[in-house]
């Protein structure tokens, strides 16, 4: 598989190019970012904590930036369905897409809602830029709290996604608004630091992962322009190349339910010490929320023990479907993305990570294998047309052997304000949305 599939990674995921420096602007071209707590792309991090101190809440300004005249602040409900629509719709129009036009991210009502509302979510994170004279929505950005360990600290700092302004009004500057707006509001409760993914190369990315894609559905993927059939390959091979057993194979797995959620809990947590980038889920409504399925949105599932009944692995994936433009015979493309998962076979002597004399952790690759494996049967039985992750946590035991192929977009993390050493890849754990 390769091409557009590859291309619309990229370009969704590299609107300014990639890691390998294609696009990278010099500080001072960053007219915005060179004011901002952030490393310079050149800084050699050895420590860690924060660029800028915190400034007592009560001295936060208590006014919104300044917006040009034209337009107005607003902050979106997602319980109101009007509210929900509106942002739906701004995305589904004007969110992330190739540059060819083709494919454009298609996020649903139901993802948003939840991605924008875990516990502890607030309203005035939920900001909405409005023409004044018509009330049209026409920009983007929210904020969610989140418990982010970097290396051996745990900060509360909010997550920043979402941001979107309308194609017509690009290039206005509007960005950086939001973006101090959404940091003042961070600020007014009591949050300095942040979290957030681009594609684009802003100084300076903690980390870079790069994106892979597993087909499901070569023949739609072909037909939609999303992959080629590979020189001197039939469809039809590629149709059996791709091929996935109409069954799962472990013995025990199950989709994740609420009397498991605490269980998956201490698993999660457990698994997640492997990385030095990555979400505590501090109480059991963290886990209920971001990882207990939902529906149409995530679906999880565990291995439950035949002889034990102890949950011993669990493994999700999400839906994102991207709209397909102006193709006539597919509107949309459905895609499934890897999630979290964990396995308590890391507590086996010969999977430590640390050790570089080790050999591979070998049961742990297997045993990865095996839920990936089992993940993608049960995605192609949903109707899913491919299922793309990205090269980070314990992805590298499997993305091969499980016949992901290698896009080459790249995700790159950021933190707002928390100097922190680069993190490689393979020991990044946070996935965002
Ligand atoms: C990303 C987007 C909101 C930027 O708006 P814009 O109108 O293109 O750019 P503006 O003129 O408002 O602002 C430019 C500034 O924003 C910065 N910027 C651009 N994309 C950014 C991003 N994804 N995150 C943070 N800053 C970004 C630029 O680097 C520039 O700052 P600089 O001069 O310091 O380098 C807009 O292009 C968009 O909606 N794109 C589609 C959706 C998308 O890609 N969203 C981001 C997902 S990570």
């Not at 995305?91 to 454009?104: A, K, V, W």
């Not at 949050?191 to 594609?199: H, K, R, S």
């Not at 493994?315 to 493309?333: D, E, M």
């Amino acid at each position: 598989m390769r091409a557009k599939l590859e291309a619309l990674m990229r370009s969704m995921n590299l609107q300014e190019g990639s890691s390998s420096g294609k696009g990278k602007k010099d500080m001072k071209d960053h007219k915005f970012w060179s004011t901002q707590p952030v490393p310079k792309h050149d800084e050699q991090i050895t420590t860690m904590g924060p660029i800028e101190p915190s400034i007592p809440v009560d001295q936060v300004s208590k006014v919104p930036a300044p917006l040009p005249k034209e337009f107005e602040w607003c902050e979106l409900d997602m319980n109101v369905e009007k509210d929900a629509k509106e942002l739906y719709d701004l995305l589904t129009l004007n969110y992330i897409e190739d540059d060819d036009e083709q494919f454009r991210f298609d996020y649903s009502i139901s993802f948003l809602k939840w991605a924008l509302q875990p516990p502890n979510w607030r309203k005035e994170w939920l900001v909405g830029v409005r023409v004044a004279s018509n009330k049209k929505l026409v920009a983007f950005i929210s904020a969610i709290p989140i418990q982010l360990r970097t290396f051996d600290q745990s900060t509360l700092m909010t997550d920043i996604n979402f941001l979107n302004v309308h194609k017509k009004l690009r290039s206005k500057r509007l960005a950086p608004v939001m973006i101090r707006e959404i940091t003042r509001r961070s600020h007014i409760n009591g949050i300095f630091q942040a979290v957030y993914t681009a594609g684009a190369i802003l100084p300076k990315p903690i980390s870079t992962c790069q994106y892979f894609h597993r087909s499901l559905n070569p023949k739609k993927l072909v037909e939609c322009g999303f992959s080629r059939i590979p020189h001197k390959w039939t469809l039809a091979r590629m149709i059996k190349h791709f091929k996935v057993p109409e069954k799962t194979s472990i013995p025990g797995f199950r989709e994740m339910q609420q009397k498991d959620v605490p269980e998956v809990r201490v698993l999660v947590n457990k698994y997640m010490e492997r990385f030095d980038f990555a979400p505590v889920f501090e109480t059991d409504q963290d886990v209920e929320h971001w990882i207990l399925p939902h529906k149409e949105v995530v679906w999880s599932y565990v291995v439950e023990d035949p002889k034990t009944n102890k949950i011993t692995d669990m493994i999700s994936f999400y839906s994102l479907p991207s709209s397909v433009i102006g193709n006539p015979k597919h509107k949309t493309l459905n895609a499934a993305y890897l999630y979290y998962y964990a396995t308590d076979v890391i507590n086996a002597t010969d999977n430590s990570k640390d050790d570089d004399d080790q050999e591979p952790p070998k049961l742990l690759g297997k045993r990865l294998n095996d839920l990936v494996g089992d993940v993608l049967v049960m995605a192609k039985r949903l109707n899913f047309d491919v299922m793309n992750g990205l090269q980070l946590m314990d992805n590298g035991l499997f993305l091969q052997q499980q016949k992901f192929g290698a896009g080459d977009g790249y995700l790159n993390y950021y933190l707002y304000n928390w100097r922190c050493p680069d993190v490689d890849d393979s020991k990044v754990g946070l996935v965002m949305l």
